[in-house]
């Protein structure tokens, strides 16, 4: 206006800005509504890899490792210590406890109100646990008040850490509420309490992603600025959203489900380090009441994968040791088993199944025509449970193997797929260590890993409510299997030997095949040497089988797809359980299902070979040719 009245703008100019502005507009279809955006995929837009890659990137580049005594950071050799979740804030474990949980089991302890709690006994509570991951939620920006900090949680960190217990402290939110802070084993900062944040400590802590972060700001007398740790990742990592979107393999295991191929099915699949699929579908039965599946914490029967993730294991690591020869009779090592058929016998036919023994022996048969094998209730001459409702005769597993120990073996040393080969070099195995052979992989492998979701006899260690029911059995066991071995020899040894008896999850699972996919090492710890896994692992003498472990078999029949190389080794489970890894595409895939509720009998699972239609779907979404 002060323009046009002083001369130096005429109305026609601005008429015609005016004009040429609104003709910009109506060029670019401004004035138009826009049109609502579609909802039907909204979820799916909203967490679109594009989107999330960036949060994500961010979030990595942020969360700050500011003090790592002793090198607590990242937690390793999980065997040595018993982890507590401790968090405070909310009434409810945040997500950074389930991130936290696909890591290594833990239990856990959520502090949501000071105002009444009794400070002695909850300390009194954690000291039978080694390390206490700290989560503190719920802070402020306020200085006057603390930034939230409450002085109880102070006492109590104060306490702890007088025990003498690893506090790993994690603070989600403001950088200057860290001056209340400084005394535990380790801190670290996440700045806020996205979902992402929590993703990431998570994977800081157990040492699947560097913590590379800088604190920004100066807290006085507390921690550095500008100081970052080299701590170099030694474990897969859980992506919060993977790359891949896995739509062929979720259409395919929810049509299994959908057409009672299976009532659950949990797939964990590791692909150049990163656990980029850890789903489950379905639930413990065809009953929608029951509780759904999970791949983390849920345990399957895994049926024949005993034969590689217990006794293999164990006998590769004999063998490493120089206590287990692949050549020598065991006779030789066990002396009383010399007037014995299997003296004979090497370590080496037995793991390539040319020991000449048959798949089976008719052992149930024979004990289902006794009269006194099995009982209906806890006697004092029946002890071996063998379901909820039915017991084995306490003397018989030692029949068993009696029976086992003198059957002679077929002098021809053809390739015949056996159980009862793997049932004797678990006895071999345990003669040789003085120990169990359970106990044996247990205390070598599975708890020094974290693998605390790998057992045997589930169901006499309160873990039923964990175990994905099997196959309801009507005909000696007289109940549906929940925690109790399906196979029936393994069962009539008294619930685990050589060849059947372990319990697992698909993760745990996963976690053990990548150590060997790394030439043994796990957690910058080495469990097997990379001559022994080849050893074991290659191809033997053409018989399409390494040692102990499957090998791909050519042509169409073959349980794996042709992208598979063929370092590739692995098993598979009658109960519809598989696992193969291929070192050279750095690829792990772990199956299981309870295929056989409730009944056996039904083979779709088998005839339509679900399996290896897991795997291709799996290829190609990963993009493999």
Known sequence: HQAVLEGRLTEAEIDEKVERLFLLKAHFRLFERPAPPPIENLLSDLWADSLLRPLREAYSQAVTLLQNRQGVLPLGHLGQKKLLYVQIGYERPAPFYRYLSQYAAMDAVVVSRWEGLNLDSLTQALQDYSTLIVGVFGLNNSPRRGFGVRPRLLDLLCEVQARQREVILCVFGNPYALSFFGEETATLLAYQEDTLAQWKAAAVIFGASPPVGRLPIPVPMRYPRFVTYDLTPYRPVYPYAGPYAFRKTDSLLQAAVRERLTPSLAVTVIYRDTVVYNRSVGRFTYDPASPAVSSTHS???????????????????????????????????????????????????????????????????EALQEGTVFSDSLTAAHTWPLSRFRYLRTDYPRQVWQQIRQYIPSPT?????????????????????????????MERFYRPMGLYRMVFRPGLECLDSLCVPTEVDT????????????????????????????????????????????????????YLSPQT?????????????????????????????????????????????????????????????????????????????????????????????
């Open 413 to 441: 040393r053809k390739p015949v797929y056996s159980d009862i080969g793997f049932v004797v070099l678990g006895r071999y195995i345990e003669k040789l260590t003085g120990q169990a052979l359970e106990t044996y992989v």
């Open 533 to 625: 896994v080849r050893t074991f692992t290659r191809e033997v003498d053409r018989l399409g089988r390494g040692l102990g472990w499957d090998k791909p078999s050519p042509g169409k029949n073959s349980t794996v797809p042709p992208f598979f190389s063929s370092a590739t080794f692995g098993h598979l489970g009658f109960t519809g359980c598989a696992a193969w890894c291929d070192p050279e595409r750095q690829l792990v895939v772990v199956i299981l299902s309870n295929r056989v509720y409730p009944t056996s009998e039904d083979t779709r699972f088998v005839q339509q070979n679900l399996r290896r239609q897991i795997l291709e779907a799996i290829g190609q979404d990963l993009g493999l040719p």
């Open 475 to 526: 005909v000696w066991r007289k109940d549906t299997l929940r925690g109790y071995v399906h196979d029936p020899t393994a069962a009539l040894l008294g619930g685990s030997a050589g060849h059947a008896g372990l319990f697992a999850s698909a993760n745990d699972l996963a976690k053990l095949l990548w150590m060997l996919q790394r030439g043994g090492e796990y957690a910058g710890f080495c």
């Open 299 to 365: 345990l399957y029967d895994v049926a024949s994968l005993t034969k590689v993730f217990v006794t293999t294991l164990a006998a590769m690591d004999l063998y490493e040791r120089g206590r287990l020869s692949l050549t020598q009779p065991l006779g030789e090592s066990v002396p009383a088993w010399r007037s014995f058929p299997l003296a004979t016998l090497t370590p080496y036919q037995l793991l390539t199944h040319t020991a000449g023994y048959p798949p089976v022996l008719p052992l149930l048969k």
